[in-house]
C-alpha cells in the first residue's frame, strides 16, 4: 500500500495522547510535519514522534503538501486551519467541534467538495461495532418513519469546564490541555462544544434527520455550561430532545443513550450498558451481541479512516457534513439559551443527511 505524508496542526494534548500514536503506529504512513506553539513543546512532540519538519506556523507545513492533515488545534482555530489544509489539496480530519459557526463549517464541506478532499470529523462513536449497521437498518426503515428521539450524554468532564484543577488523569499526560479551549466561551469552551458535539453528531448521523428549529436552557449562567437540555424539531415532523451534562465522577464510563421511536417500532441504544435493540409492532425483535466494553469510546477509527480515504480506500463515517449540521444545533442551542429558551431557527443546507457522504 502507497506510503503517505501525513501532517499534525495543532499537536496539543488529543493530538499527543491519540491522533499521532495511531499515525506513528501505521507502517503505510510518514510523520511529515507538526505545528503547535511554543518553541520547546514544539521541539519535543517532532523529537519524540519523528516528524519530519516543526513550524509554528501552519502554513510553513501545509507548503509540504502533505497528503493528509490533522487539524487538532483550540476549537476556534479550526476553521482556518482546515480551509487553509484544503485548500493545499489536503484530506483533512477535524476535530470536534467541527467550527463555531456553521457558515464556517459549511463553506468547510463545500471546499472539500470543489476540491474532491475528504473531509473528516474526529467523532469516534461513528466507528465503534456495529454502529454503521444499525444505520443501515434505520435507514432501511427498520422502525419505519422517525417520529421521535431522545439523546443524553454525561460524562465526567465538569472539571475539565471549570475551575484550574482539571482531570487528574491529565496530569500525565504527554500535554496537559489549555483551559482556554475548554472553559472560555467565546473560544467555544464547555458542555455544548466540547461534549454534545460528540453525542448530536451520533444522533443525526445514526437517524439521517435535519434539525430544523432548537428550544434549549443552559446553565450555569455567565460561564461556561456545564448542563444542557434542549428541545429539537426536525424535517419530515419528527421532534426530540437532546441533553447532557459533565458531572459523572471521574473514572466512571459515560452514560450515552438513544432512543428512535418510529412509526413501524422502537430503538434503544445504550452505548454505556454495550447494548442495542430493536423492536417492532410486529412482534419482532433485533438484539446485537456486544462483549463487555465493544462500545466504551475511543478514536482511533476516524484516524485510520484518513489515512485509508487517502489511499483510496475505506469509508467515511463521520462526513463533513454531519459535523457541520451538528455545529448549526449546538450554536442554535446557545443562541436559544441567550434567549431564555426561545425557538431559533437552524439554518444550513436542507438535503437529508441520510444522502450526505
Given at each position: 500500500?502507497?506510503r503517505?505524508?501525513v ?16 499515525l ?18 514544539l ?13 509554528e ?32 489539496g489536503?484530506?483533512v ?33 461513528h ?12 435507514a ?6 422517525i ?59 445514526l437517524?439521517g ?8 436552557r ?42 428512535l ?10 452505548v ?16 446485537f ?11 482511533d477509527?476516524?484516524?485510520h ?18 459535523g ?25 443546507p ?8
Open positions: 500500500m502507497r503517505i505524508r501532517s499534525v496542526v495543532g499537536a496539543g494534548w488529543y493530538a499527543a495522547e491519540n491522533h499521532i500514536p495511531v506513528a503506529a501505521r507502517d503505510d504512513v510518514v510523520l511529515d510535519g507538526v505545528c503547535r506553539l511554543g518553541a520547546d513543546p521541539t519535543r512532540v517532532r523529537d519524540h514522534f519523528g516528524f519530519a519538519f516543526a513550524s506556523d501552519h502554513r510553513d507545513v501545509l507548503a509540504r503538501r502533505p497528503d493528509a492533515v490533522v487539524v487538532a488545534s483550540p476549537h476556534h482555530l479550526h476553521y482556518v486551519h482546515a480551509r487553509d489544509a484544503i485548500e493545499a489536503c484530506h480530519l477535524c476535530e470536534k467541534p467541527m467550527t463555531l459557526v456553521p457558515a464556517e463549517a459549511w463553506d468547510l464541506v463545500a471546499r472539500a467538495k470543489a476540491r474532491n478532499r475528504h473531509l473528516l470529523i474526529a467523532n469516534g462513536y466507528y465503534l461495532p456495529k454502529l454503521a449497521r444499525l444505520r443501515a437498518l434505520i432501511a426503515g427498520c422502525i419505519g418513519r417520529e421521535h428521539l431522545a439523546c443524553t450524554f454525561v460524562s465526567a468532564t465538569r472539571s475539565v469546564f471549570e475551575g484550574p484543577v482539571g482531570l487528574a488523569r491529565w496530569r500525565t499526560s504527554f500535554f496537559r490541555p489549555d483551559p482556554a479551549t475548554w472553559q472560555d466561551p467565546a473560544q467555544g469552551g464547555g458542555f455544548a462544544y466540547g461534549q454534545l458535539s460528540h453525542s448530536i453528531a451520533l444522533t443525526l448521523w437517524a434527520l435535519n434539525a430544523t428549529a432548537v428550544g434549549a443552559t446553565g450555569p449562567k455567565g460561564a461556561a455550561d456545564l448542563f444542557d437540555a434542549a428541545w429539537v424539531s426536525f424535517d419530515g415532523g419528527a421532534i426530540g430532545s437532546v441533553s447532557g451534562a459533565g458531572g459523572l465522577p471521574e473514572g466512571q464510563r459515560a452514560l450515552l443513550g438513544l432512543q421511536v418510529g412509526s413501524e417500532g422502537a430503538l434503544d441504544l445504550a454505556h450498558r454495550d447494548h442495542i435493540a430493536i423492536h417492532r409492532h410486529d412482534g419482532t425483535s433485533t438484539g451481541a456486544f462483549a463487555p466494553g465493544d462500545l466504551v469510546y475511543r478514536c477509527g476516524p484516524v479512516a484518513l489515512v485509508d480515504l487517502a489511499q483510496g480506500r475505506g469509508e467515511n463515517l463521520s462526513p463533513g457534513a454531519v457541520a449540521a451538528t455545529v448549526a444545533v449546538i450554536e442554535a442551542i446557545q443562541r436559544s439559551a441567550r434567549a431564555n429558551g426561545a425557538t431559533v431557527e437552524i439554518a444550513g436542507s438535503r437529508p443527511l441520510a444522502r450526505v457522504s
